[in-house]
């Protein structure tokens, strides 16, 4: 089967019903799309397919409609993303764990609304677990990346 | 200045290899070097100038043992090394190290006694110490109980300073200027000409020569780190996706392994059936481990799905079955039989009591698991005379012991790869997945297998936090508290958790009544009993231990006794403490949330309560309001007293999430239990706070306490009863059982 990720083709041997999420991680090793709760509870395995946010246990193999970004696509330490930066200039990570999922979440949420109010943000990023309680910091970094995408 | 004579005394005691000197107890063992691990395998060239700080030509290594489990301890380390030794940390390398006894902890230890936190009598202190050199004597080393910064921030300092002092005499010895007219900046050691030698140019020479142990630590004054906003050293990898957890550990011909034990906690098997699940796609070999079976595929889907597939006859385990059994169990466990310990016991309350109109109350805190989002994982790889470990644990060293104890190799051929873990919340001080992870690779020598719990498997095989009771008797008078009488019942935790991992420590089980029996009140009449209830499943320590429950339940019965006697809540708290560092605190919540009373409009209501925990006192301040949609937490004050902050960014951030922590557990979450197993397996019955239920909060962090101590755990415990009291101010309802959610309704 052959997945875009990234902007790059691969090619994994696995069952059309295996979720994407363990395609990623134990097929090609891209390990920052992480498992939390496999039923669509946490939001720690989220990816964009087609730009679209989505919970990457609940999508089978032979579902997967797109084009695939990961966190890494989004941008990395030496090319951070604006939303990245805002991250680590509030930053927002304890343990870190649920923060990729939280990131790509943000990001399909401004790609949709520019200018999120408070309510905005709590609907569409709610279901994004952090069991160590960095909510205030992502309201903030959200806001933070919210005006600096519009000023570029 | 009794703290600078501390130091000074203790500097002496400090050199390349020893770390904290210990002077009353066992002398001749405790004063005795402790050895340098990094002393072993060096090369040519490298230095080790003390067990934390390493330098070799191609650069500096700092040695962080705490684990970091989301609290940022593993920057804070760093910094505190870096600000003595003048480098840049983000330009070092960290490296958690081998378990050690040079890196034991001994606040924890000493914290386990018998006495509050802020009692600083001579018993008291001189008792501390002893129970921190035995901890050194008996390695352990773990993280928690927010002990890190309060037991390493004078060593690491010492050592960064013993390191820099060293690299100087290196140079004095190879340039010929006088050590005293040197200087460091920036990784280097500067000559008075204002030319540079990198300390990675002396490491060398610096490996050679006698290290400087003569060295006194700069005052906070002269800090360019320490207590100024900084970024955590992770914050970049962990904002793009690229900081690797122990579940994320990738090795070269791995295999993928999961398990599953007895739903019902220690039951064993009574027989299985694993063909179904050995036909399976992609499965290897099913194999017997600790508590049931394990699945070995080619990925962690396969073996999940074949784990499900394995049937299974599982023996009950000895514990009731039910959690309505397991709360009679608690209420039956309230008479002398059972009686644990009476650590306070002021005044006279049965008398107090006999004479006055008794107010009487029962409170439940239940069982909750720890969740963190990184559900356990392990890496093992077993060969010949060998064993590495990759995993993210709070305590290596009983990771080491038991890849010794199981595969029989000796400790030396052990490798802990201590890694960053996705939270813990005390989960971590458990070692029971490693040991699955062992027994797994242990069949299949030489191929790495990678051992990952399903969420299942993660929360029906929690240690738990333990459910807990507690009955408060009191009376008032003349707008006053004058009789406080708090039962607090509950399997002891100590004997639990300690059993499974060190040793039961003599005397009282104070986790217990952690929390109740040791809060600065000074009430004329004043008791705490805690009573041990016979042992059910294995319970854990969780964030704030026993002080998660006990605080709900002594500052929820306090307040019960200040509304009767007609008292505003933080006058009388006021009234009733003595400690100055409790008193600001509370003062400074006040002032903060401009207080008033409890009573903040119609619909709406503001709670308040305190609690001193690991050392820290803590207030809190909470406004809710009543919606159409259930009760919205709109606001939270925080205060507290941690002594020195180093690290304020990082100190507000675990201010705020330890709050949420305990909010969102007191809202909504609890495990109970049927057929012995856990009803709540996932996410979609154990929530914690989400987003859209977090309010926004205003932190103040004192610094006037003479005790540096940690915060990932102070600000969890005083956050139930705050709320609960919020929640009474607004609707007159009392909550006395956790989660709330059991009686309201939240937004
Ligand atoms: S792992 Fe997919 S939502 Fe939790
Ligand atoms: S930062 Fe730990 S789960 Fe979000």
């Known amino acids: 089967m052959n997945l875009t990720i990234n902007g790059t083709d691969h090619t994994v041997d696995l069952p059309d019903d295996m979720p994407l999420l363990w395609a990623l991680r134990d097929g090609l090793n891209m390990t920052s799309v992480k498992y939390g709760c496999g039923i669509a509870q946490c939001g720690a395995c989220t990816v964009h397919i087609g730009g679209e946010a989505v919970r990457s246990c609940q999508v089978a193999l032979a579902d997967v409609w797109g084009e695939i970004t990961t966190i890494e696509g989004l941008g990395t330490p030496d090319a951070l993303h604006t939303i990245q930066a ?38 569409a990023m709610s279901g994004n677990l952090c069991r160590c309680g960095t909510y205030p910091r992502i309201r903030a970094a959200v806001h933070a990346a919210a005006s600096a995408m519009r000023e570029v | ?51 934390f700080v390493k330098i070799t030509p191609q650069g500096i290594t700092l040695i962080v043992p705490r684990a970091d489990v989301g609290q940022g301890i593993a920057s804070t380390q760093a910094m505190l090394i870096a600000e003595e030794l003048d480098i840049d940390p983000a330009t070092a390398t960290l490296d958690p190290g081998q378990p050690h006894q040079a890196y034991f902890n001994g606040t924890v230890a000493a914290e ?35 002990s890190s910064v309060a037991d390493l921030h004078e060593t690491l300092r010492m050592a960064g300073a ?83 957890f122990g579940i994320d550990v990738v090795l070269p011909g791995m295999l993928h392994a999961t398990v599953r034990a007895n739903p019902g906690r220690g039951g064993g098997m009574a027989g299985y059936n694993a063909d179904a699940a050995l036909t399976m796609q992609g499965v290897r070999s099913v194999v017997e481990v600790n508590e049931g079976l394990a699945v070995i595929a080619d990925n962690t889907w396969f073996a999940f799905q074949a784990a499900q597939a394995l049937e299974v006859d599982w023996l009950p385990p000895e514990y009731p079955a039910s959690s309505a059994e397991m709360w009679q169990a608690l209420i039956n466990a309230r008479t002398d039989a059972f009686r644990n310990s009476r650590l306070r016991d002021d005044g006279d309350v049965e008398a107090a009591l006999a004479d006055a109109t008794v107010i009487e109350a029962e409170y439940r805190s239940p069982f909750l698991a720890h969740a963190a989002l990184e559900p356990l994982s392990a890496t093992v790889l077993v060969e010949a005379e060998r064993v590495q470990i990759w995993t993210a644990t709070q305590i290596p060293a009983v990771v080491r012991d038991a890849a010794v104890e199981l595969t029989g190799v000796d400790p030396s051929r052990v490798t802990v790869h201590a890694l960053p873990a996705g939270g813990s919340f005390g989960r971590r001080l458990d070692h029971d997945y490693v040991v699955h992870a062992i027994q797994i690779a242990a069949t299949m020598p030489g191929t790495p297998i990678k051992t990952t719990w399903s969420r299942e498997e993660d929360m029906t095989h929690d240690f738990p936090r333990p459910l807990h009771l507690a009955v408060g008797r009191g009376a008032v008078g003349n707008g006053r508290v004058l009789a406080y009488d708090l039962d607090s019942i509950s399997p002891s935790l100590v004997s639990s958790w300690f059993g499974r991992i060190f040793i039961v420590p003599p005397g009282p089980d ?53 509304h009767a006697a007609g008292a505003d809540p933080l006058e009388e708290r006021l009234r009733l403490i003595a400690d100055a560092d409790s008193r600001r605190v509370l003062e400074a919540v006040g002032e903060m949330s401009n207080w008033n009373g409890a009573d903040i409009g119609p619909g709406r209501g503001r709670g308040i309560a305190f609690a001193h925990t690991h050392g820290v006192p803590v207030a809190e301040v909470i406004d809710v309001t009543m919606t159409d949609r259930g009760i919205r937490i709109d606001e939270v004050w925080i205060a507290a007293d941690c002594g020195t902050v180093f690290d304020p960014v990082n100190a507000e951030a675990q201010l705020t999430g330890a709050a949420i922590f305990g ?85």
């Open chain 2, 1 to 51: 200045m009794g703290r600078a004579r501390t130091i000074a005394r203790r500097s002496f005691l400090i050199g390349s290899a020893s770390i904290l000197g210990g002077v009353a107890f066992g002398a001749y063992f405790v004063t005795r070097q402790t050895p340098n691990p990094l002393l072993e395998g060096l090369a040519e060239g490298e230095a080790a100038l003390t067990p």
């Open chain 2, 162 to 244: 013993t390191a820099r002092e060293t690299l100087k005499a290196a140079a004095a010895f190879r340039t010929g200027v006088p050590r005293a007219d040197l200087r460091t900046e920036n990784g280097q050691v500067i000559l008075p000409d204002g030319t540079g030698i990198p300390y990675t140019d002396l490491a060398a020479q610096a490996a050679a020569i006698k290290p400087v142990t003569d060295v006194t630590l700069r005052p906070a004054s002269e800090w360019t780190r320490l207590g100024k906003p900084y970024q955590r050293l992770d914050i970049v990898a962990k904002s793009t996706g690229t900081q690797d």
């Open chain 2, 112 to 146: 386990s006694l018998p006495f509050p936190a802020w009692e600083n009598g001579f018993v008291a202190s001189t008792v501390r110490e002893l129970m921190g050199n035995v901890a050194r004597l008996t390695s352990s080393q773990f993280t928690g109980g927010s």
């Open chain 1, 86 to 123: 805002a991250w680590i200039e509030h930053q927002v990570a304890q343990c870190g764990y649920c923060q990729s999922g939280q990131i790509l979440q943000a990001s399909d949420l401004l790609a949709r609304n520019p200018q999120p109010t408070d309510e905005d943000i709590d609907a």
């Open chain 2, 663 to 747: 909010l969102g557990h007191a809202m909504n979450c609890e495990l109970t239990y049927e057929n012995h197993a856990v009803q709540q397996t996932n996410f979609h019955t154990f929530e914690g706070m989400r987003l859209h239920q977090t309010p926004l909060f205003h932190t103040r962090l004192l610094e006037r306490s003479e005790q540096v101590r940690g915060l990932g755990e102070p600000a969890t415990a005083p956050a139930a009863p705050a709320l609960a009291d919020a929640i009474f101010a607004a609707t007159g309802q009392r909550l006395r059982e956790m989660p709330f959610s059991r009686s309201v309704e939240f937004a």
């Open chain 2, 510 to 562: 104070t986790l217990l009544v952690w929390g109740a029996f040791d809060q600065p009140y000074a009430i004329p009449n004043y008791r705490v009993t805690g009573y041990a209830a016979p042992p059910m499943m294995p319970i854990g320590s969780w964030r704030s231990p026993g002080a998660c429950s006990n605080s709900f339940f002594h500052e929820s019965f306090l307040s019960e006794l200040i």
